[in-house]
């Protein structure tokens, strides 16, 4: 085979072509990825490719296929580590199938903002679009995309709410954290909550109050935060103040990192006046002092699995269902221990 020189000019389907032997059809369809070539054809049209440097011209592609190569991302709260996380490993996960992704950032999550994000990802023609924002909004935007032509798969821990749905079991994983605290002896175990305008909020409250009903406890009321550090560190102040209460199930770690500061500085020991248990596993959780039992959640195979999912629906079956959610995992550290003997008030001197 010899090398066509191209000089300064953009190598173009038909220089591909002339160095391969081979005729412009078949080399758009070793480009499309098309089934039924012989081996050695494909091979050569891929070596002249890579001498060459050629690449393929989205445009002109996907007017040949009429598929645009291109799937949308809708994300928020990018400041925390899960959605984050989810958001490098849909983009990852994207790539390696062969898709680029167009992505919206929202500061916030409303149904007008929503909208706005899928109309702009729509007229870009995206083949489907990934909503890595599991609130009450996000789920009716997708909801009404169903019939749209575009699929919609929202990141959540809920089959029941959307067609297409991953995530992660977050009620199995509140069930784990208070049935942990509840193995330690622990009777009074309060609960900093997520907003409930967040399906995962809800479903980690749900699982705390369904251990403690099947232990035969009432389960308190719980405190609400809105996910963020200075939010735990409020209900942490007023968990401090409560000596009835041995054992706090919080609904991520960034709260949970505002609750051991809080009981810190009231001078309420951690685990051995009160234990603390998390949920996401951040990176810094095995590092706080003490190091903070949480409830793991695999983020990275969950963007694996959104992809994989859009892949399906855009098949030649259609839509599939969104399966089975991933199961989440405790990891036990030192912030937990059994119920103390008897509560200890700091106020007091020992």
């Known amino acids: 085979m010899s090398v066509v020189r191209q000089g300064d000019r953009t190598p173009v389907m038909a220089d591909v072509a002339r160095l391969a032997g081979v005729s412009l059809q078949t080399v758009s369809r070793v480009v499309n990825g098309a089934p039924h070539l012989r081996p050695a054809t494909r091979a050569k049209v891929e070596e002249a490719i890579a001498q060459l440097g050629y690449r393929p011209n989205p445009a002109a592609r996907s007017l040949v296929t009429r598929r645009s190569g291109t799937i949308g991302l809708i994300a928020t709260k990018s400041e925390f580590y899960g959605?984050?996380?989810?958001?490098r490993a849909v983009q990852g996960a994207a790539r390696d199938a062969g898709y680029f992704v167009s992505a919206v950032d929202l500061a916030e999550v409303?149904?007008?903002?929503?909208a706005e994000a899928v109309e702009h990802l729509r007229d870009q023609r995206v083949e489907a679009?990934?909503?890595?924002?599991?609130?009450?909004?996000s789920i009716e935007i997708a909801r009404r995309q169903e019939t749209g032509g575009v699929p919609v798969v929202v990141v959540e821990g809920d089959l029941s709410r959307a067609g297409l749905t991953v995530g992660v079991d977050q009620r199995a994983g509140a069930l784990l954290a208070a049935e942990h605290l509840l193995g330690?002896?622990?009777?009074?175990?309060?609960?900093?909550?997520?907003?409930?305008?967040?399906?995962?909020?809800?479903?980690r409250l749900d699982g705390w109050r369904t251990a403690l009903h099947v232990a035969g406890l009432r389960p308190p009321e719980p405190?609400?935060?809105?996910w963020t550090v200075a939010?735990?560190?409020?209900?942490?102040?007023?968990?401090?103040?409560?000596?009835g209460v041995t054992a706090v199930f919080v609904a991520n770690d960034h709260m949970a990192i505002g609750v051991l500061h809080a009981l810190h500085e009231a001078g309420r020991a951690v685990p051995d006046d009160l234990s603390v248990v998390g949920f996401d596993d951040l990176p810094e959780s095995a590092y706080l002092l003490p190091a903070l039992t949480t409830v793991r959640q695999d983020f990275a195979a969950v963007g694996r699995r959104a992809i994989e999912l859009l892949q399906a629906a855009l098949g030649p079956?259609?839509?599939?269902?969104?399966?089975?959610?991933?199961?989440?995992?405790?990891?036990?550290?030192?912030?937990?221990a059994p119920v103390p003997d008897s509560p200890r008030d700091p106020r007091r001197t020992p």
């Open 223 to 226: 405190l609400t935060g809105d």
């Open 129 to 137: 679009i990934v909503m890595n924002a599991a609130n009450d909004e």
């Open 317 to 336: 079956g259609g839509p599939a269902p969104g399966g089975r959610l991933l199961r989440p995992e405790l990891v036990r550290r030192a912030s937990t």
């Open 184 to 203: 330690l002896g622990h009777t009074r175990i309060a609960h900093v909550a997520g907003p409930q305008e967040w399906t995962e909020a809800r479903a």
């Open 83 to 87: 959605p984050s996380t989810i958001h």
């Open 110 to 114: 409303t149904r007008g903002s929503l």
């Open 231 to 243: 939010s735990g560190y409020a209900a942490g102040r007023r968990l401090a103040a409560d000596l």
